[in-house]
């Protein structure tokens, strides 16, 4: 167990609809990631949270954004849902500042769009 | 071309076989390299972390790292069937920064 958590663990939506993700990051990291995984894929990089910046961002347009709280706990939104943004979406902790870094992933969220 | 790549597979081998598994990429400024196991429908879990090249050996597991190739290999030996899985490498520039995934090779260990 990484001592990542994420919320809820499957979800359910309809085309349009908006949705908030939730990650609670590994106790002394500092640093938050997100991926999507759509089926037979490897993880994509959505963006990076660090001390509550955007920290970097892969190729997702705009309706997906996210937070990083005071705590180092992380959010992620998407509005307009379409379905090809049905996947898992796993969150990742690390600790920047310290060499050697790498990220640790919770379960994921299964988010379905129908 | 993809930053990553990786045979999706499937590979399917008998049990105590040695399992050899292989990325390549196309950027040069990758330094830090990983594999990541996943079990179906759950996280991936990291198995090996290696920073430029190079071999590390953690158990039954050794990755293996040749920059000048651009080619990452994870060796698996006595395989088990708990190693059945998709076997995620993953590589970025620079401490901190995004990883680039590879797509994931299946294995299946048979008893």
């Known amino acids: 167990e990484t001592g990542v958590t994420q919320s809820p663990t499957h979800l359910i939506k309809t085309r349009g609809q908006q949705v908030t993700l939730r990650c609670s990051s590994q106790?002394?990291?500092?640093?938050v990631s997100w991926y999507q995984q759509a089926l037979g894929q490897g993880p994509q990089f959505i963006f990076q949270?660090?001390?509550?910046?955007?920290?970097g961002r892969g190729n997702f347009p705009p309706r997906f954004s996210g937070l990083q709280f005071p705590n180092y706990s992380s959010e992620l939104n998407v509005n307009a849902l379409e379905l090809d943004d049905s996947a898992l979406y796993l969150c990742a902790s690390s600790f920047i500042g310290g060499g050697g870094e790498t990220q640790y992933f919770g379960p994921g969220t299964r988010l379905l769009v129908l | 071309q993809k930053e990553v790549e990786q045979d999706p597979g499937p590979l399917s081998v008998p049990e105590g076989a040695i399992v050899s598994l292989n990325c390549t990429y196309s950027n040069s400024a990758f330094q830090y390299f990983m594999w990541y196991r996943q079990y179906s429908r759950k996280g991936p879990e990291l198995l090996m972390y290696t920073y430029s090249s190079g071999n590390k050996e953690d158990g039954r597991f050794t990755a293996q790292v040749d920059k000048s190739s651009k080619y990452i290999s994870l060796f698996i030996r006595d395989s088990q069937p708990s190693d059945s899985a998709t076997y995620l490498c993953a590589m970025s520039a620079n401490t901190g920064n995004q990883f680039y995934f590879g797509t994931g090779t299946s294995l299946t260990v048979i008893p």
């Open positions: 106790s002394g990291h500092n640093t």
């Open positions: 949270y660090y001390r509550e910046e955007e920290n």
